[in-house]
T-cell receptor
C-alpha cells in the first residue's frame, strides 16, 4: 500500500484479555516504531525495530507488552492481560532509514472495559 | 492529589498572523529533528525536518530554526490559517545506525487559530 496501515482501527476488549495490534509499514522501510498516545497527551515511545538488529524495547511499560516484526515487514504489538490503563491509541510509524522522515498510520484505538 | 496527566500548552493566534511554536529537546547527540502536525483523530503528519548541520530550513509557509547551543527548536508558520489548527510535536532522532535511531517526541503544543 501507499502508506502505513494499522488494524484494527478500533478494538474494545475486556480487562484481562490479550490483544494483538497489527502494523503494515511502507514497503522497503527498514525502521518501524510503535508509540502509545493517551487522550490529549503526547506520543510515548514503546519499541523500535531497525532491519535485523535487536529491537530497542526500552519504552515497553511492562512485561505484558511485547512486539515482533516478521520478515522485516509486518509488526504485531501484543498486550497480555489487558488493564484499563492500557486504553489509548497505539500508533505505528515506519521510515526508510533511521534518521529519516517517519510516516505514521492512523492508529488503533484500544479501549479496555 | 497528584495530577496524572499534563495539559498540552496552547497557542492561540489570529488568522493571518504568524505563529511560533517552541520545543526544547533533550539529547545533545541528536542530529535529526522533525516537526509533526496532528489533527484530531488522525496520526501525526510530517511537516518539515532539519539536520544538525543546519540552523534554518524553510518550506511552504513554514520555517524550522535549530539552536544546538541551547537545544531548542522552533516552528514558524506564516500567515496562519484555520486549517493549521492542530497539535504540533517536535521529534528528535540520534541519526543513523543501530539502537540510536529511535524517534523521541516532545510533549506537543496545541495551536488554535481564531477566524
Amino acid at each position: 500500500g501507499a502508506g502505513v496501515s494499522q488494524s484494527p482501527s478500533n478494538k474494545v476488549t475486556e480487562k484481562g484479555k490479550d490483544v494483538e495490534l497489527r502494523c503494515d509499514p511502507i514497503s522497503g522501510h527498514t525502521a518501524l516504531y510503535w508509540y502509545r498516545q493517551s487522550l490529549g497527551q503526547g506520543l510515548e515511545f514503546l519499541i523500535y525495530f531497525q532491519g535485523n538488529s535487536a529491537p530497542d524495547k526500552s519504552g515497553l511499560p511492562s512485561d505484558r507488552f511485547s512486539a515482533e516484526r516478521t520478515g522485516g515487514s509486518v509488526s504485531t504489538l501484543t498486550i497480555q492481560r489487558t488493564q484499563q490503563e492500557d486504553s489509548a491509541v497505539y500508533l505505528c510509524a515506519s521510515s526508510q532509514l533511521p534518521g529519516t522522515e517517519a510516516f505514521f498510520g492512523q492508529g488503533t484505538r484500544l479501549t479496555v472495559v | 492529589g497528584e495530577s496524572v496527566g499534563l495539559h498540552l500548552p496552547t497557542l492561540s493566534v489570529q488568522e493571518g498572523d504568524n505563529s511560533i511554536i517552541n520545543c526544547a529537546y533533550s539529547n545533545s547527540a541528536s542530529d535529526y529533528f522533525i516537526w509533526y502536525k496532528q489533527e484530531s483523530g488522525k496520526g501525526p503528519q510530517f511537516i518539515i525536518d532539519i539536520r544538525s548541520n543546519m540552523d534554518k530550513r524553510q518550506g511552504q509557509r513554514v520555517t524550522v530554526l535549530l539552536n544546538k547551543t541551547v537545544k531548542h527548536l522552533s516552528l514558524q508558520i506564516a500567515a496562519t490559517q484555520p486549517g493549521d489548527s492542530a497539535v504540533y510535536f517536535c521529534a528528535e532522532n540520534m541519526g543513523y545506525g543501530g539502537s540510536q535511531g529511535n524517534l523521541i517526541f516532545g510533549k506537543g503544543t496545541k495551536l488554535s487559530v481564531k477566524p
